[in-house]
């Protein structure tokens, strides 16, 4: 016994080695992104760790590269977090609702509505693309915030997700409340929103992630300079900047790190959610 | 229970989805439909009926043809490739007494990069002169244009999606494993079975309904790929990385094509479907067959 304890030690040791050397292969991408934002401008992409570092890419953010509008980096940091905040908010929102009504109340059609989520769900979007565009266009609305935040204003992947957990609350919860004279949207308010949490956390999380990188709907109904995202931004930049990358990786950091950080503020509430949904 | 006010309001609380399931998708399904069979070219006021003419040209042009095969090339690239890392992953996080969540998390990481920042870096990284380059050259005397030749090309756009996704599918397969009962295993050690033995018939099936979801996940990627290849090849070289969103991408909005890009939108809604349909049956019947489901 005593030996396989040894075993068992030694076992776990090696598994200890092999995980970290992963990660750090797999966190490298991210390092390799950091250091070159930081690096004197005469190494970026010149070597595996720069000697040499500086701020000139992030001045260079701040203040310079001068596209038909000044500063267009921190416009363009701007326009993403107002997209993104508002488009995730209502799918939020959205999501919260139309599960409720699917999931807790008893209406007429109820079943059908819920099948054609489904159905619209696994249908392929690509298919999609052209004619939702030309709405845009129809609508005004090509070059608007809103035509970046009202196509993606309803996830129908948070719809399925919060219907599910819904259903999982028990009725008699809802029944109470109603005995006490609760409406529907204070028992969403007060209970359903409050019992859901750690899902919130993981949705609100994929939801922002995604709305965050998307770049082919972005840069096909922006196209004024002020208007771009940060992403689309740092897309049509691969060219122009393409002897001076230093600014990109400044702008990669600026695009990757806000994720990363809510991310790990929300990461005890995500890991709870995760199990969830992974059930 | 049903009463006429609780149908209303039931209707209320799914009026966000009834509007936007209206006009962003029942709406653009019959429009794209009835585009594809016309010659418009998103300007024009007017555009004339051409029957299946977009549909009989697209399937004989190259790029439509590519876009078609190269699908299945990146399934072949990146799903076992996706798999085999996340599986390496779980297998060594799994059941680890401490920091097993700082490891899950430092994994995840790169699901949440966007592909254009994943796209800067490797083309950085691969640039004419960065040490990678420069290492070759000098050492081995090889110059690689490692974006310029198409296997080349699809295996990198691959290896950053693997990248990606590998965390996620990682957390999955993770907590896969861990819900086997260990004591099936120490009953498996009394009873004298061979690691082999134990990998195929314990770990495995009981694995089935996990990897299940990463692989249906994984096939999922591969029909949907459109950033990495627009940032670092667009679709080249000679369409070697060519997918459909990148067609139909070149076709609507470079070439102002909407009516023939409609066309392909419609065969590539078609492809994807079938072989998802086909991907899930061949799926659920390698776990039939070997009664793991």
């Known amino acids: 016994m005593v030996g396989s304890n040894k075993n068992n030690k030694r076992r776990l040791a090696v598994r200890y080695v092999l995980a970290t050397l992963l990660l750090l292969v797999m966190v490298y991408p991210y390092l390799y992104m950091v250091l070159n934002s930081f690096a004197d401008w005469s190494q970026v992409d010149r070597q595996l760790l720069p000697s040499q570092y500086s701020l000139q890419s992030y001045e260079w953010l701040l203040t310079g590269g001068e596209v038909g509008i000044a500063r267009p980096w921190t416009n363009a940091f701007l326009n993403s977090v107002i997209v993104s905040v508002a488009s995730t908010f209502l799918m939020m929102l959205f999501g919260i609702m139309v599960a409720y009504a699917l999931s807790k109340m008893k209406f007429r059609g109820r079943d059908t509505v819920n099948n054609f989520v489904l159905f619209h769900m696994f249908f392929p979007a690509i298919i999609l693309l052209i004619p939702n565009f030309l709405i845009i266009q129809k609508l005004g609305l090509y070059d608007t915030y809103w035509a970046m935040i009202i196509p993606k204003a309803v996830s129908l992947w948070a719809i399925f997700m919060y219907t599910n957990f819904f259903k999982a609350i028990p009725d008699a919860f809802i029944e109470a409340a109603k005995l006490d004279g609760a409406s529907d949207f204070k028992i969403l308010y007060k209970i359903m929103v409050p019992m859901s949490k750690s899902i919130t956390a993981v949705i609100f999380l994929f939801l922002l992630m995604e709305r965050w990188t998307e770049l082919l709907w972005d840069m096909i109904v922006a196209r004024s300079d002020n208007m771009l995202t940060l992403n689309v931004l740092l897309s049509q930049m691969f060219g122009p900047y393409g002897s001076y990358p230093g600014p990109l990786y400044a702008a990669s950091v600026l695009l990757t790190a806000p994720i990363i950080i809510l991310f790990i503020i929300f990461g005890k509430k995500f890991k709870e959610g995760m199990q969830f949904s992974l059930k | ?293």
């Open chain 2, 1 to 293: 229970m049903i009463d006429k006010r609780n149908d209303k309001l039931g209707w209320i609380f799914s009026s966000p989805y009834l509007i936007f399931g209206l006009v962003f998708f029942l709406g653009p399904l019959v429009w794209s439909l009835y585009l594809s069979f016309t010659d418009w070219d998103l300007i024009a006021p007017e555009y004339d009926y051409v029957g299946l003419d977009n549909f009989l040209k697209a399937m004989a042009t190259p790029g439509v043809q590519a876009a078609f095969w190269v699908t299945y090339k990146f399934m072949i690239i990146f799903v076992p490739l996706v798999t085999a890392m996340s599986l390496a992953v779980a297998v060594v996080i799994q059941g680890l007494p401490r920091f097993k969540s700082v490891y899950l998390i430092g994994f995840f990481l790169p699901y949440l990069s966007s592909g254009v920042v994943a796209s800067l870096i490797v083309q950085g990284f691969l640039s004419y002169n960065s040490p990678v380059n420069e290492f070759l050259r000098g050492t081995f005397g090889i110059q690689i244009d490692w974006l310029g030749s198409p296997l080349s090309a699809l295996f990198i756009v691959g290896l950053i999606l693997a990248w990606k996704f590998t965390g996620y599918y990682a957390l999955i397969l993770t907590s896969g494993l861990e819900s086997i009962d260990q004591e099936i295993y120490e009953a498996a050690a009394i009873d004298g079975v061979s690691d082999r033995q134990r990998f195929w018939k314990i770990t495995l099936p009981l694995l089935y309904p996990a990897l299940y979801t990463t692989l249906i996940l994984s096939f999922g990627v591969t029909l949907g790929i459109f950033t990495e290849v627009y940032q670092l090849t667009g679709g080249g070289p000679n369409f070697a990385t060519n997918t459909w969103q990148m067609e139909i991408f070149n076709q609507a909005f470079t070439n102002l094509q909407a009516g023939y890009a409609s066309a392909i939108a419609i065969l590539a809604s078609l492809v994807t479907f079938i072989s998802i349909f086909a991907i899930r049956k061949v799926l659920e019947m390698w776990g039939k067959r070997n009664g793991w489901v």
